[in-house]
């Protein structure tokens, strides 16, 4: 008995190695790879990869929601080929630490200048805006903060069940960190991290999180990328929100703009799919489909955005910091958020 | 013994006397094989790597790292963790204090079926009852949209369940039959004498517990304490999902952020707590002896309860039907939506295929690795091999976060061919779970005589095939029980997994953790009600321990 419990386990063992080795020929063999990282939520990017796989037979690994310092981590053992970020002041940062490298993918004039680094290291492909996402249920219009001096002046202690934000790691949250402090200096901004900490009745670990607690009720406003609005809309219940783009009035200092985009890296074990993958991005037919049901602004002003009644960054009174300023803050801004406590809070 | 001369004497007989008569002292005359010691090193180095990788990387944090962690952030958690841990330790005392006594000492209704049923919560992952309790309790939750039905239009939506309340809740419901498992035993040892004295004082059913079990059964109590203590510290799933951070989430969100400075200064913190509550612990454990009464085996005669058994009944059920039956009504729930919706459909397959996999091997392997631990530890006794022995316990002990966190930065500085790799998924779950096979394996392995072994080796047997044809195969049932834990443990790990796993590398686990958190139930509900069944299978196993 004891003898055949024990072929029974060495059978076992070595017909799970065989089959291992197997899928290992699969995945090494011929057909080609590629490794994704992506900072942005896996609803966003699953389907453009699976798309990528579908048109090009090349296989897709991602990692999601992962943070850009890792791939600074991992320098010396480069592991993804394609990073998708959702701030442009991480890519920014991370091509000036030469961890990006250049390129000249086809159509790649479609995107402004503007909108990319100096060599493409990084290409920004849609647009997300800041500001308040409310329930017209439960606070009016003019209620809701129109400047981000809001946050700082007033508590809404007197708003029912108040107000929410992300915690301090979240991309989204550090850029409008880096922008504040383009525009106010460090001592004001610190003011500002410390009174949303101390007044936001909710901090939640991403804006996904904010846009049901704002559609459901449980807060009054929150602060977000304006794509998040769109998609509260076309929730089929819990949808009666509006939303406030930010310091619009004449003088002040105009809507904090960020972008989603793509770069690859340097030394990456797949240079060849990587150099495939963002050719196939910039066609405009999967440009859109980068936007997909992020519900985000085509960058590509040729586009027509997903959702119809987007507001497009042209109509917007916009912040005069060119987006690759941020890449100058990320790191700092980091420093700032982690000493006031606001990357670990969560309530 | 003297007599026989095997190849490892010969190699023995030419160290130095001096040496070899320390040698033979320091394993009071029992030398082991040499490549035997060196094995077992080895897989002890291997077990205790990533805490060595962490301290040191604390220690070369930099005072800077130090003074910002030290002004605002420890406190801040260790308030924040101590709390928490404090707070579900009373409550499972208390519910399972209540329970043990109910079910050992008294006439209570089904008191055989209620004994195994209470010991269900064991087999649902915290995380997993805290995505059923968001989902009963949270915003626009069940509980909510039932009231709403009932009429009640105006509803108050205050109650938020991403609270230390809500935190305190779950994870009470998930970690009291820790205490309720030790503590039943001790009562069934306890002598019964004791309570006939109480009984023929005319004291009621209520006094003898307080006044006469309660006392005697402390040291057990405080040990099931304990481990609902330790659990809350090195918890990360059921925290995160409820949104209340703590040590093990802090690290967890400085290593994303690849702020391994301030995750290792982090981890020392967190490490120097666990082995405070484990030198608690032991403490506790040598006091355990006084209750322990030899007394005469004579049928217990069980408290009537007499009206008192209706409020009984409802709080045992009440219990059950709040760690059991509803979180499992909930998956249930959502689980046929999904399959409605398709949702169960070839990527699930895969989930579940990576997931078994990696069970499966992390389960050969720490059966495999086990073997030269206990075989030294059990044959070639001394302070060496306990301390071989001890050390391979130390990923157990640790939180998943920490060894996760030592495995990260070891490999991709220092052999980054395996970092981002199955294997080394495979390694970190093995440095966590394998005691559980040396546990069942130790008491195995004691059961066989060593006459056994002696014999084999007089007829010229080397010590590794004695292992191999005479102790192995009488130790494998005890083996194969310590893999099954190994397997489910592995299925139901999350932190460890989040944080190794290469691109691409989806496990059961991993897709609950991330549909929870993007609030879509449906799609995490199939793959928790599998990782629940799956854990049932060796609860015998589990329960046998106590």
Not at chain 1, 229 to 242: A, I, K
Not at chain 2, 411 to 431: C, D, E
Not at chain 2, 445 to 460: F, W, Y
Request: negative net charge.
């Amino acid at each position: 008995m004891n003898k055949s419990m024990f072929k029974l386990l060495f059978a076992g063992a070595s017909l799970t190695v065989l089959a291992g080795c197997q899928s290992e020929g699969t995945t090494g063999g011929e057909a080609q790879e590629l490794v994704v990282y992506s900072s942005r939520n896996e609803i966003f990017v699953g389907d453009l990869l699976d798309k990528f796989e579908e048109d090009t037979g090349i296989e897709v690994s991602a990692l999601h929601g992962i943070e850009p310092l890792q791939i600074m981590e991992e320098s010396g053992n480069v592991q993804a080929d394609v990073f998708i970020s959702n701030d442009i002041g991480s890519m920014e940062y991370l091509a000036r630490e030469d961890l990006l490298r250049s390129t000249e993918p086809e159509n790649v004039e479609s995107i402004e200048a503007a909108y990319r680094a100096e060599n493409n290291e990084w290409i920004a492909l849609s647009s997300r805006a800041r500001g308040f996402i409310y329930n017209k249920d439960m606070i009016d219009e003019a209620d809701v903060p129109n400047r981000m001096e809001d946050l700082l002046e007033n508590d809404y202690s007197d708003v029912p069940n108040g107000f929410a934000i992300t915690r301090g790691g979240n991309g989204g949250m550090i850029s409008n960190v880096s922008a504040l402090r383009h525009e106010w200096g460090d001592e004001r901004t610190r003011e500002w991290v410390d009174a949303i900490q101390e007044n936001a009745a909710g901090i939640f670990e991403g804006h996904g999180d904010i846009r049901r607690a704002v559609g459901e009720g449980v807060h009054a406003f929150g602060l977000v990328n304006n794509y998040y609005y769109h998609q509260q809309l076309m929730e089929p219940t819990d949808n009666n929100v509006g939303f406030v783009y930010t310091d619009q009035g004449e003088g002040e200092m105009g809507a904090i703009v960020n972008a989603a985009g793509v770069g690859l890296l340097a030394n990456s074990p797949n240079p060849e799919a990587a150099d495939i993958f963002l050719d196939w991005l910039m066609e405009e037919e999967n440009q859109l489909a980068f936007v997909g049901e992020s519900l985000e602004v085509p960058m590509n002003r040729d586009l027509e955005p997903p959702f119809e009644q987007a507001v497009r960054l042209d109509e917007l009174q916009l912040q005069d910091m060119p987006l690759m300023e941020l890449g100058n803050y990320f790191e700092d801004t980091r420093n700032l958020i982690e000493d006031a406590g606001l990357d670990l809070n969560l309530r | 013994m003297a007599e026989k001369k095997t190849a490892d004497d010969h190699r023995r007989l030419k160290l130095p006397s001096m040496i070899r008569k320390y040698n033979r002292h320091l394993w009071n005359g029992n030398v082991p094989n040499v490549s035997l010691l060196l094995a077992a090193i080895s897989v002890a180095l291997v077990m205790s790597i990533p805490l060595i990788y962490v301290v040191y990387q604390s220690l070369t944090a930099g005072r800077a790292s130090w003074l910002r962690l030290i002004g605002t952030r420890i406190p801040n958690l260790l308030w924040r963790t101590l709390s928490l841990a404090t707070s579900v330790t009373i409550g499972s005392i208390v519910i399972g204090v209540g329970l043990a006594w109910l079910i050992t000492r008294t006439d209570l209704p089904g008191r055989r079926i209620w004994r195994w049923l209470l010991a269900v919560p064991l087999v649902i992952p915290p995380y997993i009852g805290a995505v059923a309790y968001i989902n009963i309790l949270g915003p626009r939750g069940m509980l909510f949209r039932l009231l709403a039905r009932l009429g009640s239009d105006q509803l108050n939506l205050s109650y938020n369940v991403f609270s230390f309340s809500g935190t305190l809740l779950v994870m009470t419901l998930f970690t009291y039959p820790y205490v309720f498992l030790i503590t039943s035993s001790a009562f069934r040892k306890l002598s019964q004498t004791y309570d006939e004295a109480g009984k023929s004082m005319g004291r009621g059913a209520f006094y003898i517990f307080l006044k006469v079990n309660l006392p005697l059964i402390l040291p057990a109590v405080g040990a099931g304490g304990v481990l609902a203590f330790l659990y809350v510290l090195g918890d990360f799933g059921a925290v995160s999902m409820m949104r209340y951070v703590t040590f093990t989430s802090a690290i967890f969100f400085q290593r994303v952020g690849f702020d391994i400075p301030s995750a290792a200064v982090l981890s020392l913190v967190l490490i120097a707590l666990t082995v405070l509550v484990l030198i608690i612990e032991k403490a506790l454990r040598r006091k355990k002896v006084f209750y322990q009464s030899s007394g005469t085996a004579r049928d217990v005669r069980l408290l009537k309860l007499g009206w008192g058994k209706y409020p009984a009944l409802f709080f045992v059920g009440g219990i059950f039907f709040l760690s059991v039956f509803l979180p499992v009504a909930v998956l249930i729930y959502w689980t046929v939506i999904a399959a409605g919706q398709g949702l169960i459909d070839s990527s699930f397959a895969g989930y579940m295929l990576n997931s078994f996999t990696i069970a499966s091997f992390s389960a050969l392997f720490s059966i495999i690795l086990s073997v030269p631990i206990l075989y030294l530890y059990s044959r070639n006794p001394s302070s060496v091999s306990n301390f071989i022995y001890k050390s391979s316990y130390t990923g157990y002990a640790l939180p998943g976060v920490i060894v996760a966190l030592g495995l990260v930065s070891l490999f991709n500085n220092h052999i980054p061919v395996l970092y981002h790799t199955v294997f080394l998924l495979i390694i970190a779950q093995v440095i966590r779970f394998m005691p559980q096979a040396l546990q069942s394996g130790e008491a195995a392995i004691n059961m066989i005589s060593p006459r056994m072994d002696e014999s084999a080796r007089s007829l010229g047997y080397s010590t590794w095939k004695v292992i191999f044809y005479v102790t192995l195969p009488s130790m494998m049932p005890g083996l194969l029980a310590g893999g099954a834990l190994v397997f489910v443990n592995t299925i139901r790990e999350l932190p460890a997994t989040l944080m190794l796993r290469p691109p691409g590398f989806e496990t059961l686990a991993i897709r609950v953790y991330y549909h929870a958190s993007e609030a879509m139930y449906a799609q995490a509900a199939p793959g928790a009600l599998l990782i629940i069944i799956v854990s049932i299978i060796p609860l015998h196993l589990l329960l046998k321990n106590y």
